[in-house]
């Protein structure tokens, strides 16, 4: 087996990070805590694991059918690699703590009033789980040639190494948030249990 290229170990040891982040941002929460929101426009935990999992199934088969058509075209290269300024912008926009807040496009929203912990977590996890096998397929491809269309925007296509570290940063992004909820969700319940 071909040695995985550096970029790509890299992104790989983030998102194992993210995965085990996750683990412990929902080890010990109780299903309230897990759904309660802090504010009535802020977005609780549960929906913070919902919005990654939506979005990382929605990129992942994006990322899936790039890798495809560049393995047929035969876009090989080795690294490193280097994307291009708005790649590099838009990892700097996704990683915490956010400098500004940005619209999420309703499909990447579930609209569901409770969300189980175990089954959120398994699926973020299945989906970490799914981005190493992308990893590994992606290794020996072009990593700055190889162009993803992005299911957010149609119109913008990002190189294949820079969206694995833009969903890198992003799922960094969002556990910040849910872990700064779990602080606010903690204090609120430990009150009223007084």
């Keep these: 087996m071909k040695k995985m290229e550096p970029d790509l170990a890299w992104y ?29 426009s802020s977005w609780s935990i ?17 990322v899936n059918t790039a890798i ?10 080795q690294g490193p690699f280097r994307h291009g300024w708005l790649a590099r912008w838009m990892i700097r926009q996704m990683e915490p703590p956010p400098r500004r807040r940005y ?5 990447f929203v579930e609209q569901q009033e409770m969300f189980e912990i175990v ?4 699926e973020f996890t299945a989906l970490g789980e799914e981005w190493d096998k992308c990893l590994d397929a992606a290794n020996g491809l072009h990593l700055a040639r190889v162009k993803v269309r992005l299911p957010a925007m149609k119109l913008l296509r990002f ?36």
């Design 68 to 77: 495809d058509r560049a393995r047929t075209r035969g876009q090989l290269a």
């Design 159 to 194: 190189p294949l190494g820079g969206l694995f570290a833009i969903m890198a940063a992003h799922e960094r992004r969002h556990l910040w948030q849910a872990s700064q909820v779990t602080h606010t969700t903690i204090f609120i319940s430990s009150r009223e249990q007084r």
């Design 119 to 122: 089954a959120m977590l398994h």
């Design 103 to 107: 619209r999420t496009p309703r499909r």
């Design 46 to 62: 549960a929906e913070c694991f919902s919005h990654l999992n939506v979005s990382g199934r929605a990129y992942i088969g994006q």
């Design 12 to 40: 790989q040891t983030q998102f194992r990070a993210n995965r085990r982040k996750a683990d412990q941002i929902c080890t010990g929460l109780t299903g309230d805590q897990f759904n309660r929101r802090p504010a009535p």
